[in-house]
């Protein structure tokens, strides 16, 4: 009789220990730090490792909370920072310059067009400014536009690479938004004429 008790404890134990296991959430990602919704929209979390983000190798992934579609940016001015959306509260985050004192501005736009190693031609006011500047400039590593140029609706603002590699994460522009070289060939590669930028 005890022996028929124990195994009919046993079982109905394995049972309870299958059915607590399968209550439990799946995480998503193996080694994923999961953050709470209350948490503040820049907390980050080192996620680079995970094999659904192929082909971010400079962006920092970060947790990032965001109303807009995956596939949007968002471009922080106050932290000179870019989020390119991703998605489940995800973002790829690449450090920026942004404008300077007086040249600052926020609004949404859209990406009307995308050139590798773009020419340059200095806006009206800006040769009025600096009229040592010329009228051209070929695309080339000399070039202010740098390696990719995304151009924002028709202002004359575009997220660009640089020539000022030591402006980057500092406010110096004339109100676009540059990056490293190499980051903004890698960004460049993932936004589609259309998407959606939030300078802010």
Known sequence: MNTIFKIAAAATLAMGLASAAQAQPAQPF???VIVPASAPPTAQVDISQDPS????KRAKIVAYASDLKPGSIIVDTRENKLYFILGMDRAAMYRVATARPGFEWSGTNKVSNKVEWPDWRPPVAMQARRPELPEFMAGGPKNPLGARAMYLGATEYRIHGTNEPKS????ESSGCIRMLNADVEELYQFVKIGTVVKVM
């Not at 980057?168 to 406010?171: Q, V």
Request: hydrophobic share 45%; proline share 9%.
């Open 168 to 171: 980057i994460g500092h406010s």
């Open 53 to 56: 983000l192929p082909g971010f």
């Open 30 to 32: 193996a080694g994923v």
